[in-house]
């Protein structure tokens, strides 16, 4: 594993060269609405009585469902397609959201592509105003908050038409807190125009451990500092829009070599350490308002000897979260249905121990059914009380109340139009890709390409799914703008295991071009990327390597000449990455991250800061 102090030293040393310089702002950009203020003003007694009443009336059931985030199936809340109706009878005992609420009282639902919730942004309009109708129609009615993990880059539930912006790591290589200001406020704006009032967004860990498989790219960067001050800058821009940010993974996902989705990571770091790398972030974005902090399924033995994950753990989340951060928002769960908290304890055990650790809101249990009737026997047995209970649904509801849901909780086919996708977001979401691309290496001066000397260009490489479903594939996107910008550019996609034969094909195909363009995916020592590479290499032509996820892949190909880093494979990053190689663009990316060398991983290859220019 990476050494995180040789990692922490660099990030230290290069702060400034990180962080340094604010680039051109955009805000001159037309203005997406501001339905709420960045800073929630302190609710006034009469608004606290008023929640309380509504609380008052709540049967225990009642009280139990408004703590969870349910997800469900289906592109309309009352008639999803049979298939999705057919998912959420087996899954959850119901048809439809409408049924969800009705049966369950849930406080909140979240928004996933995959459970086709997020077809097209008037669908999402519609899908969002019928849960609100749903909602109003309760015995008790409280409007429901309705959140999306839309952190852009690789993590994106909604997708084309809406604006897709670079990633946080691309951000952190722009290194403009207007720009991540920016790309929150219009992307916010957008998500509350949809009716969704609440994104699991930003990551605030701090990626130092380049093997980390869950998180790289989503962080801003290894600089602790740094990725604080990008955190407060996109916190500001969300809650500027109208809509509730969640800074996570608390109490910090970024070093570890475990995937908490299907493991349970441990982050070894002493108390020092974690006040020095993990912490500054989380208190830039409680400094800035926070709306709500998502936990994290990690074990951290330095704060609970007894090994539970942060999720879990009272230590944690009500020791250090709420007493020494002084954190009184919402706290709400990583997803319930990952392995990483469902190792150590069962379905039954686990939305009842992390309600007694500090959390508020239960987020995507495996099965609700279970988790509710668990919650509602804790609270008969007196394990949990309902005083505790109703300090828990006044977090949520005044999180509601500031997000203007008890006010309107509903949109318009109209404010869709006005606002998701239109021309002046989507330029904002260019320019602000133009700063991201770094240039890591260009030896001979191979880049940018010449449409004399380089015309006929090939593309080859990784064509990995969209993270939002639309948009792509990757080598078609690059090829196509190539092709725009004066170039004849040719797409072959050769996969993430290139074959033999794919790899005898792609230097074919090359014989017959001037140059190629490989788009590589984190490459690994054992990667058949490496051959493809290689082979590419072995040609004599000029071979530009993009790395389209994390950046590191330059560390594991020997003789690339010239290497660029994206930080995603989404359309505005690729396209940005092609006006870079046709010199349309200067290369203006720094590295957020250290790239240490694959044969001596002590030692620097890039150091945090470095990037090219032409």
């Known amino acids: 594993m990476h050494s995180r102090r040789t990692v922490l030293t660099t990030a230290a040393a ?83 959201a409408a049924e ?35 909602a109003a129609a309760q015995r008790v009615p409280v409007p429901l908050l309705i959140s999306t993990d839309q952190e852009h880059g690789i993590v994106a539930r909604v997708g084309a038409p809406a604006t897709l912006f670079p990633g946080a790591m691309a951000l952190g290589a722009g290194g403009s807190r207007d720009d991540a200001h920016t790309a929150a406020r219009i992307a916010g704006a957008e998500l509350y125009a949809m009716g969704i009032r609440q994104d699991y967004a930003p990551d605030a860990d701090v990626n130092i451990n380049p093997a980390n498989p869950v998180i790289g790219v989503r962080s801003f960067g290894a600089d602790p500092q740094a990725v604080a001050r990008m955190v407060a800058a996109e916190v500001k821009g969300y809650q500027g829009a109208g809509i509730a940010s969640c800074a996570k993974h608390f109490p910090g996902h970024g070093d570890t070599d475990t995937d908490s ?77 990952m392995e990483g908290v469902r190792k150590k304890y069962g379905d039954a055990r ?73 021309p002046s977001h989507l330029a904002a979401a260019d320019r602000i890709a133009d700063r991201t691309t770094t240039l890591l290496r260009n030896d001979a001066g191979i880049l940018p390409l010449s449409r004399r000397r380089e015309r006929r260009v090939l593309v080859a490489g990784v064509d990995a799914a969209a993270p939002s479903g639309t948009g792509g594939p ?41 140059a190629v363009v490989v788009a590589t995916y984190n490459v690994t020592a054992g990667s058949r990327q490496r051959k493809l590479v290689a082979a590419l290499l072995a040609t004599g032509k000029p071979v530009v390597q993009l790395a389209v996820r994390n950046p590191y892949d330059i560390a594991q190909l020997d003789g690339v000449r010239a290497a660029l880093a994206s930080y995603s494979w989404t359309d505005v990053e690729l396209r940005a990455a092609a006006r870079v190689i046709a010199g349309r663009r200067d290369p203006a990316g720094r590295l957020p991250v250290a ?20």
Request: proline letters at 8%; hydrophobic letters at 40%; glycine letters at 8%.
């Open 595 to 614: 790239i240490m060398r694959a044969d001596a991983p002590a030692q620097e290859l890039y150091r945090i800061g470095h990037g090219l220019s032409y």
């Open 261 to 337: 989705h299907i493991g349970l990571p441990y982050i070894h770091h002493t108390a020092e350490e974690w006040e020095r790398l993990d912490a500054p972030p989380f208190k830039a974005a409680i400094a800035a308002g926070i709306d709500s902090i998502m936990t994290a399924h990690i074990v951290v033995p330095a704060f609970d000897p007894s090994e539970d994950p942060a999720t879990l753990s009272r230590p944690i989340l009500t020791g250090i979260l709420r007493e020494r951060l002084g954190y009184d928002g919402v706290v709400v769960t990583d997803s319930l249905g």
């Open 100 to 134: 969800l609420i009705a049966k369950y009282h849930v406080g909140g639902i979240i928004y996933f592509g995959w459970a086709h919730n997020t077809r097209e942004p008037h669908q999402i309009a519609d899908l969002s105003n019928g849960i609100q109708k749903a």
């Open 350 to 422: 686990v939305p009842v121990l992390a309600l007694k650790a500090g959390v508020d809101q239960l987020l995507n249990p495996p099965d609700l059914a279970v988790a509710h009737a668990a919650v509602l026997r804790a609270l008969q047995d007196g394990e949990l009380t309902e005083r505790e209970l109703d300090a828990k649904l006044m977090r949520i509801l005044l999180l509601k109340e500031r997000r203007g849901l008890f006010k309107d909780p509903y949109t318009t086919h109209r404010a869709v139009d006005r606002v998701v996708g239109i």
């Open 14 to 96: 290069a702060a400034a060269a990180v962080a340094g310089g604010a680039k051109p702002s955009i805000g001159h950009q037309p203005q997406p609405p501001s339905p709420a203020p960045v800073s929630a003003p302190v609710p006034s007694a009469a608004t606290r009585a008023r929640l309380r009443r509504l609380i008052s009336r709540m049967t225990p059931e009642e009280k139990a469902g408004q703590l969870f985030v349910m997800r469900v199936y289906g592109h309309s809340a009352t008639d999803p397609d049979p298939a999705d109706a057919a998912a959420n009878q087996q899954e959850i005992g119901v048809s439809n």
């Open 474 to 514: 990757p080598t078609t996107v690059l090829a196509r703008t190539l092709t725009e910008l004066g170039f004849t550019a040719t797409a072959l996609s050769t996969g993430m295991a290139p074959t033999q034969r794919q790899i005898d094909e792609a230097v074919a195909a090359l014989g017959e071009r001037d």
